[in-house]
Structure formats: structure tokens, C-alpha cells
């Protein structure tokens, strides 16, 4: 499904707005307040679309990295320009998102570096980790100049109405597909496993995990959850290894072949704790050894001088790479999924 789109004004694609605080500005859409994913939600989903005709991992980076960028229309309710394009290369044709950084919205808590690069890095570290949770994303120049160019992801859709919760959760510019993140409160229709619920009661049941109370309005509350997944869990630790400021359901996508594929990672790498999420479900539980051997080899290949701690030396700065390595250390040495920090938000606003 082709998400909604404008014209895309060139006048305006340059013009950042006026700076922003990351911590409010949670809904902002252009990626997570600024990021170019995170808080746009409103009509992008995820980054290119995966079908069976995408090509290897090598094929896709290739057409992304040299293809020809056209520009199809702008995604609109994001805060920093998004821009969904096909990318063609070779004889294929892709659909993808392209975030230029002429666009992004400053802001004063993430003062170095931009949004596109740091968008490239959270791709980097999540092949790395031989999650591939990120969808194949680069940093290349585009009719507005230097951006990241990710693949669009086409989510699948799921029964069932989108919860109060989801709603007006135009911060999250990573819907690339559309928001399809958390279920009604009757929970989850037949055949399908959503990611996020809405059910009634104290506990989350079986097979869930409780996130937190939210307002469905008419004075009612239900109980926001997310599913007990693997898939999930190796995306908390990846998460918390990036410092993910903005961890909505709406950057979570499901292709039709089942994939997870999370999106919108410009507010990553701060050198200060940020981590803000959706999935604390496994806070203070001991990380499974798939996790543990994951990140012991993962900070090996961030030992100076390793290929993907040069390449990211490229992306981010010198302060935000030796963060990302005590933070891996961290985890290594807890042997722990961390917990709340208690000095941040540990919930982005609105969630999904």
C-alpha cells in the first residue's frame, strides 16, 4: 500500500524548523522529534518495501547506494522532511523513504551530527548484531542533497481497529505501511499477532507483557501491552545498546511474511542515557545467552581499528561511538536487560 502523500515543495524541504527539546517532542515526525523516523507516524511506515523481488542484502544496498532517486510526493504530519521516492538501479526498482538532512529539525539536547547519520548507524549496528531488525538503510546525496535512503517497508495489515491509544500518534514518522501498532481493547482478531494490545483487567495474560495504564477515554483505562516475542526482546537489547530515545509502536512493522522490521532511529547514540520505549517488559530479567553471545561479539567489532567501529566513526562522534561501547560493556557485565533510569522519560509520548 502506497502511503498518502503531497507534492513534495522544494522551497520548503530546506527550512528546518526552529529547535526542538527531544524530550517533548516525542510526536514529532520526522523520525522521533527531529529523528527521521520517529515521530512522523502520520502516513509513513516503515522504509522501502520488501517483496520477493528485492534482492539480497548486498542488491538492495547496492540499488539504494547508486540508483536514481525520484521523488514521488511528501509524507505529510512529519516535522522533518520525509520524502517517499523510488530508487531505480540496473534495471531494478525499489521503493524507498528519503530523509535529507537540509530538512531535519535541530535539536538542543542532540546538538552533533544529524538525524540521516545516525539513521545509517542504528542500521549498522543492527546488521552487525545478524538481527537485520533495521531495514537496509544508507546515507547518500539526493535532489536535496545528503540523506539517508532506507528501504520502504510495505506492513502487513491486521484485524482489528487500532486502540484509542494509537490514535492522533502523528509523531511517528516511521509508519512507513501505516499504524498498525497496538490492537482494541477486545484484543487481537483471529489469525493475526499484533505486536502491541489494549486489554482489560491488571494483568497482561499469557504470552504478553504489561507496559503501563492508558486512558481510552470515556474515563476508562486499559492496559497497554506487548507481545512476549523473541523478536521483541532482541529488539530491546538492541534498544538499549543505541540508546533509542523513541521507541514507539508505530516504528514497529510486520511485512507479510511475519519480518519485523523496526524504523525511525534519528534519536539514537546521545552519549547521555536516553533510552525511551515501549518494551520494558523484560526490565531486570536476565538476558538470554543468544543476547549475551550477540553482544560479546558485537563489542569486539567495536574494538578500534574494527571495520563497523571505523564505519561508525564516520556516522557519529567520537563521545557518542565510546558510549556505545560502555553500553555494550554495560550490558555484558549486568548480564541484564537494563531498567528505567528514572532521570528520562521512559515512555515516548504518544507510545504507539
Request: net charge negative; proline share 7%; aromatic share 4%.
Amino acid at each position: 500500500m502506497r502511503p498518502d502523500t503531497t507534492p513534495p515543495e522544494p522551497s520548503d524541504v530546506p527550512d528546518a524548523p526552529d529547535a526542538t527539546d527531544a524530550s517533548d517532542a516525542s510526536g514529532s515526525g520526522a523520525g522521533a522529534h527531529g529523528d527521521a523516523g520517529a515521530g512522523s507516524g502520520a502516513g509513513r511506515v516503515a522504509v522501502a518495501r520488501t517483496e520477493a523481488g528485492a534482492g539480497t542484502g548486498a542488491e538492495v544496498l547496492a540499488v539504494l547506494t547508486h540508483g536514481e532517486l525520484t521523488v514521488r510526493g511528501r509524507i505529510p504530519g512529519a516535522s522533518n522532511a520525509v520524502l517517499f521516492c523510488g530508487v531505480e538501479h540496473e534495471g531494478r526498482l525499489l521503493d524507498c523513504v528519503y530523509k535529507p538532512v537540509a530538512g531535519e529539525r535541530p535539536l538542543w539536547d542532540f546538538p552533533d551530527g544529524n538525524l540521516a547519520r545516525r539513521e545509517v548507524a542504528a542500521y549498522e549496528v543492527s546488521r552487525a548484531t545478524g538481527w537485520d531488525l533495521v531495514p537496509p538503510t544508507v546515507l547518500r546525496d539526493g535532489p536535496y542533497g545528503e540523506g539517508m535512503c532506507q528501504l520502504w517497508i510495505e506492513a502487513a495489515e491486521e484485524d482489528g481497529e487500532a486502540g484509542a491509544a494509537g490514535e492522533g500518534s502523528e509523531g511517528s514518522e516511521g509508519a512507513q505501511g501505516h499504524d498498525e501498532s497496538a490492537g482494541d481493547a477486545e484484543g487481537p482478531g483471529e489469525g493475526v499477532t499484533p505486536l502491541l494490545a489494549l486489554v482489560e483487567g491488571d494483568e497482561p495474560g499469557e504470552g504478553w507483557k504489561a507496559i503501563g495504564f492508558v486512558d481510552v477515554g470515556e474515563d476508562r483505562t486499559a492496559l497497554l501491552v506487548h507481545a512476549d516475542d523473541p523478536r521483541l526482546r532482541r529488539l530491546a537489547v538492541l534498544d538499549a545498546v543505541i540508546n533509542n530515545g523513541d521507541r514507539k509502536g508505530g516504528h514497529l512493522l510486520t511485512d507479510a511474511t511475519g519480518g519485523l522490521h523496526a524504523i525511525d532511529h534519528g534519536v539514537t547514540f546521545n552519549a547521555d542515557d536516553k533510552l525511551r520505549t515501549l518494551l520494558w517488559g523484560w526490565a531486570g530479567e536476565e538476558l538470554t545467552a543468544e543476547a549475551v553471545a550477540v553482544l560479546r561479539g558485537l563489542a569486539s567489532s567495536l574494538a578500534d581499528g574494527a571495520p563497523l567501529a571505523v564505519r561508525l566513526a564516520e556516522l557519529i562522534t567520537e563521545a557518542e561511538l565510546d558510549a556505545l561501547r560502555k553500553r555494550t560493556e554495560a550490558l555484558l557485565s549486568s548480564g541484564r536487560h537494563p531498567l528505567p533510569s528514572g532521570d528520562w522519560p521512559a515512555i515516548p509520548w504518544p507510545p504507539v
